[in-house]
């Protein structure tokens, strides 16, 4: 998982810049979390948070979404139906930056294709991995990596609860 990205090194000024910008203004970090995970948890514990960011794996999260590179498109509400649908599209896809393969030849037009003919649901994923000659487990495993942290994903005490779809 996120293999490609070891060979990126942080800018020099990456830790006292974060330093600054902690001291300066509200913000939470999670041990052992991404930054994109502590989103997820922050935006669904409070439904008024609005997630400002410019990745699109973030669109797997309902709620107020701004895209400081796309000013002009404002803020967009993400439903849960449209959320979960990107979720399921990158599981289908796949994403080589972030270290899963998805299905083989299957691209997120190709999953969105998929998933509006015969269904947006696990059913859907789970068989056309399965057409594909790959199992339930490597389905779970996809769908685990794309899966960005929630609130009922999260505790505190216990840590991460891993995904499960339900049946």
Wanted: proline share 4%; hydrophobic share 35%.
């Amino acid at each position: 998982y996120k293999v490609h990205r070891k060979a990126r090194r942080k800018p020099t000024c990456f830790k006292p810049l974060k330093a600054w910008v902690s001291s300066q203004f509200s913000s939470r970090t999670i041990a052992d979390l991404e930054a994109d995970d502590v989103m997820g948890i922050e935006a669904t514990a409070d439904p008024k948070s609005v997630m400002v960011t410019i990745d699109k794996d973030l669109h797997t999260i309902p709620g107020i979404h701004w895209n400081q590179n796309k000013r002009d498109e404002g803020l967009q509400e993400i439903t849960k139906d449209q959320a979960d649908r990107m979720f399921y599209m990158q599981t289908l896809a796949g994403d080589a930056v972030d270290g899963y393969s998805g299905v083989p030849g299957i691209g997120m037009v190709k999953a969105a294709k998929l998933l509006d003919t015969h269904g947006c649901s696990w059913e859907t994923v789970l068989d056309t991995y399965k057409a594909h000659g790959l199992s339930e487990d490597e389905a779970l495993m996809n769908a685990r990596c794309a899966k960005i942290l929630t609130n009922d994903l999260w505790n505190p005490k216990t840590g991460v609860k891993l995904w499960t779809p339900c049946t």
